[in-house]
């Protein structure tokens, strides 16, 4: 019989979430001194070093880092630890992490990395499986009455304008759209929020907004909007309060934030884009009082008194928490464990660094393409208001054929997926500056 030893991923990630994690077997040995051994070559301030940490083709430039990650070693290895325990023996290594006792569920290290990363606590999270799922989770689970609406604007992606339309069918009430700015370029930071503000009603009872808007590459200051939701709350009868949802996804693991400190009072964003985490994972943050207001829409299996309660056919006690929320069924535990890597190697390397360098490298695409007579640049010069994407248009050729010429010369762009369309680059991490320039000079050579 294989003897169950403790292993600790890493020390950080115990530390972060006081967790150990049970391995059955030697056979693990190779695997797990190998990526032991990745890690600690990892040299997490220097950028050549940050790179190699991905398998990403070498031959290409990769510009579309903002889509679905590409897997840091430190998680690569997680998953694969994860995957060759459940394969091993499913039901003892499900059973013992997730079911036995408090201490040996996973998936709240996985709550307890995502809580340090926004600056809050673990149970103001609850475990999605994308940005989509959450918002579908809060707007499916929030009560609006008939004369109620929602808020929002012309710039948000399918899911949350989705999410909003099945909402209003489901609980009655409307969804009214604020057109933030006519040129994105020129979007201005004040008048976006009072744009918005000018158009809240005292029916209005939910504020659905876009962090990073994906079609333009506009950053809409949150903390700002926040404040003047902050203010007219001042107004407001407890139970009347105006919610403030967030579409984060964009902003999420590239801008320097605690999101916990932001202001909103719901949160949605997938770890597998910008958090570089595995694939089908996302989280929702919100406090304690703001979960209470939501009814979940999955059965969920992260907190024990909801089965407990239904085997003795009673309600649960209490008020949601974040944890009802989280979807039941089973998922790729693989996957929702090892994103506790993820959110490791942003804080290897740092928060403001990450940032400083998502916010310098597409700021060169930007000055460059600023300077080209055959080209339109959609995304603000201005770094406070712009973060991961560069949209554009290059005279006579549509953004599609952007992309295309792109890739054929081995870049990898997109275009955006919206009514009016630009192409788009979206630097990361992984990148140079010295792809930056190539890039540009494919660009330049459009003309
Ligand atoms: C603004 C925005 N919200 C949500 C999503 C969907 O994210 P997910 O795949 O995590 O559901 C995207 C996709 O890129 C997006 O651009």
Redesign the pocket.
């Known amino acids: 019989m294989n003897s169950r030893r403790n292993f600790l991923i890493n020390s950080a990630s115990a530390t972060l979430a006081g967790a150990a994690i049970g391995f059955s077997g030697a056979a693990q040995a190779g695997t797990v001194a190998q990526s032991v051994a990745r890690v600690a070559e990892f040299n997490p301030m220097d950028w050549a070093s940050v790179r190699q940490q991905f398998l990403l083709n070498p031959d290409l430039i990769h510009l579309s880092n903002?889509?679905l990650a590409s897997h840091p070693a430190s998680v690569r290895n997680a998953i694969d630890k994860y995957r060759r325990e459940l394969d091993l023996n499913p039901y003892s290594f499900l059973d013992d992490n997730m079911f036995a006792l408090e201490q040996d569920k996973l998936w709240r290290s996985v709550a307890g990395a995502a809580a340090e990363y926004v600056g809050g606590r673990p149970n103001e999270i609850a475990l999605t499986s994308?940005?989509?799922v959450g918002l579908a989770l809060i707007y499916n689970g929030l009560r609006l009455k008939p004369e109620q609406e929602i808020l929002t604007t012309t710039h948000e992606?399918y899911?949350?304008h989705e999410s909003m339309r099945l909402a209003v069918n489901k609980w009655g009430g409307r969804v009214r759209k604020v057109t933030l700015y006519e040129s994105s370029a020129k979007a201005s930071g004040p008048e976006m929020v009072s744009r918005l503000v000018k158009e809240i009603k005292p029916h209005t009872k939910i504020l659905g907004v876009?962090w990073v808007h994906?079609g333009t590459g506009v950053v809409l200051p949150i903390r700002e909007l926040a404040a003047e939701v902050a203010k007219i709350n001042q107004t407001r009868d407890e139970n009347d309060r105006l919610l403030l949802i967030v579409?984060g996804?964009?902003g999420f693991g590239v801008l320097d934030e605690d999101i916990a400190l932001q202001g909103g009072d719901f949160f949605s964003a997938?770890t597998?884009?910008w958090i570089l985490g595995p694939h089908g994972n996302?989280i929702v943050w919100a406090k304690p009082e703001n979960w209470a207001l939501v009814q979940p829409t999955i059965p969920s299996l992260m907190d024990p008194e909801l089965s407990t309660a239904w085997r003795e056919e009673r309600a649960p006690h209490g008020p949601t928490q974040a944890a009802w929320v989280s979807p039941g069924g089973f998922f790729a535990y693989e996957n929702q464990w090892a994103t506790v890597e993820a959110f490791q190697f942003h804080r290897q390397i740092g928060k403001k660094r990450v940032a400083d360098r998502i916010l310098d490298l597409n700021g060169q695409l930007k000055e460059g393409l600023s300077r080209m007579s055959h080209v339109t640049l959609h995304t603000p010069l201005n770094r406070d208001l712009s973060a991961g994407f560069v949209c554009f248009e290059v005279n006579g050729v549509s953004p599609k054929e952007v992309v295309s010429r792109l890739r054929e010369k081995a870049v990898i762009a997109s275009s955006t997926p919206y009514g009016k369309s630009y192409a788009r680059f979206s630097a990361g991490i992984v990148n140079t500056p010295a792809e930056m320039d190539r890039a540009l000079s494919l660009i330049r050579a459009m003309a």
């Open positions: 903002f889509f994308s940005t989509t992606f899911p949350h876009t994906s579409d996804v964009h997938g597998h884009k996302g």
